[in-house]
Every structure is written in C-alpha cells, then in structure tokens.
Nanobody
Framework: QVQLVEFGGGLVQAGGSLRLSCAASGSIFSINTMGWYRQAPGKQRELVATITSGDSTNYADSVKGRWTISRDNAKNTVYLQMNSLKPEDTAVYYC????????????????WGQGTQVTVSS
C-alpha cells in the first residue's frame, strides 16, 4: 500500500504565496508522474500541474507563469510553489502519483492524497 500526505495548505491574502508538498510512502519501487489537482466548491476536480520522473512539466493555463511544480525523487516528494495567489485559486488541493510498487510487477497504480485546503482572501 502507498500513502500520499499533503502539507502546506492554509489561508493567505491575494498576491501571497504558499508552498504545498506531498510525500509518498509505503511499498514504492518507482514513481512515474506526480501531480496536483484541485477542486473548488461546486466544481469538478481539475488538473493544476504534473511532473514526470524525467522532470517534464505540464500546467493548467490558469496557473502558468505563477506556479512551479518540482519533485525530489530521493524523498518521493512533489512540491507546488504557488505565487501571486488569487481568490479563484481557493480549493482543496490533491496530490496524485502513479506508482510502481514492485520490481516484479510492471503495472502502475494510481494513488491520491487526502487533500489540503487553500483559501485565498481578497
């Protein structure tokens, strides 16, 4: 089993910054793509940013130029540096990871964290 635990959410004023982190632990052989998603009240969960094991990144248009995703493979951790926050960034932020749990099994499993609340006040 694999667990993803997010840290770093909170309340911040518009224009401020927050840094989210997500640490994966458990039965991990390797981690492929890691990413951040968010879900605002009454809306569907949406992609924020992803990063592959080779550090290729992808961002939602709404956060490009403001946020940066990165990862530390030695720590099985992914980060999201969020700058210039806006009230519309308010949401629960979820970490996601595609994990290979064994050298004997090539299949990759998808895991989600429990979510962390980010609230941006105007």
């Amino acid at each position: 089993q694999v667990q993803l635990v997010e840290f770093g959410g909170g309340l911040v004023q518009a224009g401020g910054s927050l840094r989210l982190s997500c640490a994966a632990s458990g039965s991990i052989f390797s981690i492929n793509t890691m990413g951040w998603y968010r879900q605002a009240p009454g809306k569907q969960r949406e992609l924020v940013a992803t990063i592959t094991s080779g550090d290729s990144t992808n961002y939602a248009d709404s956060v490009k130029g403001r946020w940066t995703i990165s990862r530390d493979n030695a720590k099985n951790t992914v980060y999201l540096q969020m700058n210039s926050l806006k009230p519309e960034d308010t949401a629960v932020y979820y970490c996601r990871a595609l994990v290979r749990t064994s050298a004997l099994v090539r299949y990759e499993y998808l895991y989600w964290g429990q979510g962390t609340q980010v609230t941006v006040s105007s």
